[in-house]
Structures are given as structure tokens and as C-alpha cells.
């Protein structure tokens, strides 16, 4: 029974870490995916649908490792640059927003 115990109580220790990480590993990117996909509406079509843009992007972002990079440099590229000049951000933000 004890040495049942301490093999759980192992595994646990060993285990919850990655997992802890790979549950937090996308932990801002909604409310990024949001602000990327409400900055095009504000921008470039106020008829956007922000919900869809904000949907798809977080489901990209749960099932890609690299797309979190990406949302960081849209994001930052759109922080750069005023609504006038954000088309310079096309490259950087490209299959997060049209």
C-alpha cells in the first residue's frame, strides 16, 4: 500500500509540471486573438465579425505550438502602427486575419 502511494505520489510529481505547462501554454493568446481581430474591424471592416476571427484564431492557437509566436508578432506589428499604417503588418499577421 506505501509503496503504492509513493509511485502515485511520483508520478504526480514528474508529470503534473509538463502538464501544467502545456494546459498554460496558450493562456493570453484568446484575449490577444481578440484584440488582433477587433483592431482589423476598427481598421479595415467595421462589419468584421470579431467572435468568428477571435474563434478561429483561438483554436489555431490550441492546435499549433508555433501559432502563439505568430499572434505575438501580429500583435505587437498592430501596436506599432496606427489603423492608417497597419497594412504594414499583412506579412505578420497573415491566417490570423484577412
Do not use: W
Not at 505547462?21 to 484575449?31: C, E, Q, W
Not at 489555431?60 to 509566436?69: K, V
Amino acid at each position: 500500500m506505501l509503496k503504492h502511494l509513493l509511485v502515485s505520489l511520483a508520478t504526480l510529481i514528474f508529470l503534473a509540471p509538463p502538464a501544467m505547462l502545456i494546459a498554460t501554454s496558450n493562456v493570453g493568446k484568446g484575449s490577444q486573438c481578440s484584440d488582433i481581430c477587433t483592431r482589423y474591424k476598427a481598421c479595415f471592416a467595421s462589419d468584421y465579425d470579431v467572435r468568428a476571427c477571435t474563434g478561429r484564431c483561438e483554436d489555431l492557437a490550441d492546435l499549433r505550438a508555433d501559432f502563439g509566436t505568430r499572434t505575438d508578432v501580429c500583435a505587437e506589428c498592430l501596436d506599432r502602427n496606427t489603423c492608417s499604417v497597419s497594412f504594414a503588418c499583412e506579412t505578420e499577421c497573415a491566417g490570423i486575419v484577412p
